[in-house]
């Protein structure tokens, strides 16, 4: 039977990906652990598998409207699919407390930068002319890796200014491939975490799925008319609550032990 929460959680989440392209997902993990109470373990898993799958459904919307350099794309993710089950099976064993209370502070992080941008885009006349590196292209496949496996994010908040710099596409160039990169990543953790063995709630999957596609769908015909500015802004402020809401709660309740 489909449950209202879990779809609105979902519409949520796919509403914030589709309009900013780059950070969407983190939402997905305090919606599974305080939304609907799931242990830290298998809302890792949850949230792999969930971003992936929004994640290519905003990709394939995207690669309609011919705003994805494909072959980038799979260059760019070989690094981060190698290394995000493998930091997922290295970190399993650390307390729920300090992954959230680092997880609150990776939220606080990404809504300043998304205010105060740290990462500056750096877009060129040409795709064709760029010729990165492979260490650029292996740091930063290695950085989305370790993101992915030990947060359960998609860490687009941080490739699509990183495909900016390495390949200097333009700007929504860079947030549809970004979703190839965040499905391809994020499905390889999820295969990772698989591994680790436990049954997972597949209704809370179906009903995230299922609001968070037709969130993503209906913010992909918006993103051309809200501009980056307020969306990246209400998404920011939105992090910041939430962030500050998960460390009290984490700081509070080691402070009580």
């Keep these: 039977m489909l449950n209202t929460e879990n779809i609105l959680f979902g519409g949520l989440v796919g509403v914030a990906l589709g309009l900013t392209g780059s950070g ?23 949230s792999l598998l969930i971003v992936a799958t929004l994640s290519f459904v905003g990709a394939v919307r995207q690669g309609l409207s011919g705003e994805i350099a494909w072959s980038q794309a799979l260059s760019f ?11 997922l099976h290295l970190t399993r ?5 300090i992954h959230l ?5 990776l939220m606080l992080f990404i809504a300043l930068n998304m205010t105060f941008p740290f990462f500056k885009t750096a877009q060129g006349p040409s795709l064709e ?18 993101l992915s496996g030990f947060f359960g994010v998609g860490s687009g908040f941080l490739i699509v200014p990183l495909l900016t710099l390495i390949f200097r596409m333009p700007y929504r160039l860079a947030v549809g491939t970004s979703l190839v990169v965040v499905a391809l990543v994020s499905f390889s953790g999820f295969m990772g975490a ?10 809370i999957v ?8 037709v969130g993503i769908l ?10 980056e500015t307020l969306s990246r802004r209400i998404f920011a402020v939105l992090l910041l609550v939430i962030g500050s809401f998960m460390l009290y709660e984490n700081l509070t309740h080691a402070s009580r032990t």
């Design 24 to 46: 969407g997902s983190i939402l997905v993990i305090p919606f599974l652990v305080y939304g609907l109470g799931l242990p830290l373990h298998t809302a890792l898993a949850l």
């Design 77 to 87: 993710s070989i690094f981060g699919m190698v290394i995000s089950p493998l930091v």
């Design 93 to 97: 064993h650390v307390s729920q407390e």
């Design 101 to 105: 209370t680092l997880f609150g502070i």
């Design 129 to 146: 002319g760029s010729k990165p590196s492979a260490t650029s292209l292996g740091l930063g496949g290695v950085s989305v890796g370790v």
């Design 194 to 203: 698989a591994t680790l063995g436990g049954p997972l709630p597949w209704h």
């Design 206 to 213: 179906r009903d995230f799925i299922m609001g968070g596609s």
């Design 218 to 227: 209906v913010a992909s015909t918006l993103v051309s008319r809200v501009s």
